[in-house]
């Protein structure tokens, strides 16, 4: 494993929160250098000063940012996690966009799955959808998933999944959006239809969507690593994104209370999500 000194760890600290938002803590320092040095012995770098300048200096710095952010983050996820704001989605948001649109005789909707890992998140919104039976026919419905790391994206696109990412989703979902693959579960091409991916930095979101053009965003268990500034600029930019009836979905334990007031908390049974003020 490389050696990494007190001031090397302090450098990649702080090049991870300038550029990306991201915070590391110290007792992340000996994980992190067992981390970096397969790309010290990839890119033939003798020491983490050597990387550091790499990260900052070097002509194709873009890709290593992606690898350590890759390698800095956490891909945890799962088809159907946090039952009680999928519930609101299906039971409130969802009955009340379609209203909205119906009223506007306007029948497109988007919705973002921000920091999607390997997909989980964003083919369960599209299960959600295709579910609530509400908008079939004329309606142009797209599930858009993001992530910084390109691996996850390969895998979302995949598509394939293995026991422990479906152990909660209900059995008549499984059958019917999943075909029996080996040991694993493949998405069937009626989620696939309503479904892409695609690799964005959260901290760049706006140049990848237009101003108002989405409905709503899900970003759980993503801004948890950030610190309260990069968290301001993302939500700020997803609030630009949105409509303005849009709504905002984050992990149980983030909150906006401190950080903007662009948005209205809406509170229901177990969940909290967040409306666009108009
Ligand atoms: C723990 S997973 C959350 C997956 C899913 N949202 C869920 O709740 O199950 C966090 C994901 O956020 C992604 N991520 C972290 N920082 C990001 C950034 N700046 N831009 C885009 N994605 C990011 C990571 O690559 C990782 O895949």
Redesign the pocket.
């Given at each position: 494993m490389v050696e990494m000194k007190q001031e090397e760890f302090r450098l990649i600290q702080e090049f991870v929160n300038e550029q990306?938002?991201?915070i590391l803590s110290e007792d992340k320092a000996g994980s992190l250098a067992n981390k970096l040095t397969p790309r010290l012995v990839d890119l033939r770098l003798s020491s983490i000063t050597d990387y550091y300048y790499h990260l900052k200096f070097s002509q194709d710095n873009k890709s290593e940012h992606h690898n350590l952010?890759?390698l800095l983050?956490?891909?945890?996820?799962?088809f159907f996690?946090?039952d009680a704001q999928l519930k609101v989605l299906a039971e409130s948001v969802l009955p009340a966009i379609k209203e909205n649109r119906m009223r506007k005789k306007d029948r497109r909707i988007r919705i973002v799955?921000?920091?999607?890992?390997?997909g989980?998140?964003a083919y369960t919104l599209a299960m959600i959808l295709l579910e609530s039976g509400q908008f079939l026919w004329e309606w142009d419905v797209q599930v858009i998933g993001?992530?910084?790391?390109q691996a996850?994206i390969a895998k979302a696109e995949e598509g394939i999944y293995g026991g422990r990412s479906v152990s909660v989703t209900p059995p008549q979902l499984l059958e019917r959006y999943f075909r029996k693959e080996g040991d694993g579960y493949r998405v069937k091409e009626v989620l696939r239809r309503i479904t892409s991916f695609r690799q964005?930095?959260?901290?760049e979101?706006t140049d990848h969507f237009a101003e108002d053009s989405l409905d709503i965003i899900?970003?759980?268990?993503?801004v948890?690593?950030?610190n309260d500034n990069?968290v301001r600029e993302?939500v700020e930019g997803f609030a630009k994104a949105l409509r303005p009836d849009g709504y905002l979905f984050l992990?149980h334990s983030e909150s906006l209370a401190r950080i903007t007031k662009l948005y209205e908390p809406l509170r229901f049974t177990g969940a909290v999500i967040y409306q666009t003020r108009q």
């Amino acid at each position: 494993m490389v050696e990494m000194k007190q001031e090397e760890f302090r450098l990649i600290q702080e090049f991870v929160n300038e550029q990306f938002g991201l915070i590391l803590s110290e007792d992340k320092a000996g994980s992190l250098a067992n981390k970096l040095t397969p790309r010290l012995v990839d890119l033939r770098l003798s020491s983490i000063t050597d990387y550091y300048y790499h990260l900052k200096f070097s002509q194709d710095n873009k890709s290593e940012h992606h690898n350590l952010i890759s390698l800095l983050t956490n891909n945890e996820t799962y088809f159907f996690r946090e039952d009680a704001q999928l519930k609101v989605l299906a039971e409130s948001v969802l009955p009340a966009i379609k209203e909205n649109r119906m009223r506007k005789k306007d029948r497109r909707i988007r919705i973002v799955s921000a920091g999607c890992s390997s997909g989980e998140e964003a083919y369960t919104l599209a299960m959600i959808l295709l579910e609530s039976g509400q908008f079939l026919w004329e309606w142009d419905v797209q599930v858009i998933g993001v992530d910084i790391d390109q691996a996850v994206i390969a895998k979302a696109e995949e598509g394939i999944y293995g026991g422990r990412s479906v152990s909660v989703t209900p059995p008549q979902l499984l059958e019917r959006y999943f075909r029996k693959e080996g040991d694993g579960y493949r998405v069937k091409e009626v989620l696939r239809r309503i479904t892409s991916f695609r690799q964005v930095n959260l901290l760049e979101f706006t140049d990848h969507f237009a101003e108002d053009s989405l409905d709503i965003i899900f970003c759980r268990n993503v801004v948890i690593y950030f610190n309260d500034n990069t968290v301001r600029e993302t939500v700020e930019g997803f609030a630009k994104a949105l409509r303005p009836d849009g709504y905002l979905f984050l992990g149980h334990s983030e909150s906006l209370a401190r950080i903007t007031k662009l948005y209205e908390p809406l509170r229901f049974t177990g969940a909290v999500i967040y409306q666009t003020r108009q």
